[in-house]
């Protein structure tokens, strides 16, 4: 089995699925076309020797296509339908192989969003037989675009568990857990740290509160940064540093205006973190179950994310632990292992 991987931005958690699946004796070749590597988030990622690796702009259209052909991949997977020339490869295929769209988008019934389901017969399924959406927000608008729901699947962003467990497993012998919030997301105004900090501020201001807030990331507004009583400023960090990070943090905090997925909070539950999630963190319908690991709270809105904060650092040590354990156990219900077999199985599925 031949894949063709067809990416805008990659991320770590992408190449550990892509790296897992270059391991799987029924797969035998992988070829990732992929977009530079953003300067706000400059990511060092290592891939698997069976994982060869293009450049998107060292190609033309034709070039593109030209690649695509000579590898002649039996399932093609594409990040979304910004890259024409990424579509025009699987439409060519469609008919000789399983052409995946992989898209984030939440259903909002905007005038485009219908504009795009109207046409959809015309645009995205002359290029994909399936779609792969990391969940049931995603889900609801690919059955909108009109694909069968036997020709969808869950499950696309996935972190390697494993490796987060190892937190867990290590934390969760301690008496007591740090008093530390740590909120991981780039400094751009999607995904609301002026509320955070504004929220946190107000928390410091009115309990005396002993608790600090860790901010890992970079971005446009990372010189307009606050800083305030409490706040820490760590600047982008590599995942393989990040794991050091997260052993001395308790609470994992994500105030975004707006948030497709967000595979952070898989990580973050994966290592028995309770959460604090907007409730326009798209992961939060999988991960986040409210009161048992953790609590929503309204996107742009500092006095509901500080009740929220009030609820979090007032929880004892067996409360936090309770809290811990069951966003493990969570997150734990959607692996690596599971997005291969999702990648086998679309390509089992013959012809369409």
């Not at 400059?42 to 030209?66: A, C, M, T, W």
């Not at 988008?105 to 399936?130: A, D, P, R, V």
Request: with cysteine.
């Amino acid at each position: 089995m031949k894949v063709l991987i067809l990416y805008t931005e990659l991320a770590g958690y992408v190449v550990s699925c892509i790296n897992a699946a270059a391991e799987d004796p029924r797969i035998s070749e992988i070829h990732v076309v992929r977009y530079p590597v953003n300067n706000e988030a400059p990511f060092v990622f290592n891939f698997h020797q069976n994982v060869k690796i293009y450049d998107r702009k060292e190609f033309s259209s034709s070039e593109l296509l030209g690649l695509a052909e000579n590898i002649k991949p039996e399932i093609i997977l594409c990040s979304g339908w910004i890259d024409k020339d990424y579509l025009k490869i699987c439409k060519s295929f469609k008919k000789s192989s399983q052409t995946v769209l992989t898209m984030d988008n939440h259903w909002e019934g905007s005038m485009k969003q219908y504009l795009l389901k109207f046409i959809s017969h015309c645009t995205i399924h002359k290029c994909f037989t399936h779609a792969w959406v990391p969940g049931k927000p995603q889900k609801e608008y690919a059955l909108k675009l009109g694909f069968k729901l036997n020709k969808i699947q869950e499950g696309v962003y996935v972190t390697d568990t494993n490796r987060f467990t190892e937190i867990f497993e290590a934390n969760k012998m301690n008496d007591s857990f740090p008093k530390v919030l740590i909120c991981v997301a780039r400094y751009i105004p999607a995904k609301g740290l002026e509320v955070l900090w504004e929220a946190f501020r107000k928390l410091k201001d009115g309990n005396k509160s002993d608790w600090q807030l860790w901010c890992v990331g970079h971005g446009s507004g990372f010189e307009n940064r606050k800083e305030y009583d409490g706040i820490c400023h760590l600047g982008f960090v590599q995942p393989k540093d990040l794991q050091g990070i997260m052993k001395d943090a308790g609470v994992f905090v994500l105030p975004s205006l707006f948030e497709p997925w967000g595979v952070v909070v898989q990580e973050f539950a994966s290592a028995g973190f309770p959460l604090l999630l907007s409730d326009k963190v798209g992961s939060g319908s999988r991960f986040l179950k409210n009161e048992e690991n953790g609590y929503s709270f309204k996107a742009n809105d500092v006095n509901d994310l500080y009740h929220a904060l009030i609820e979090v650092t007032s929880l004892t040590d067996v409360e936090y632990k309770t809290m811990a354990a069951k966003s493990n156990e969570i997150a734990a219900n959607l692996t690596i292992k599971n997005w291969v077999e999702t990648l086998v199985s679309i390509r089992l599925n013959g012809p369409v």
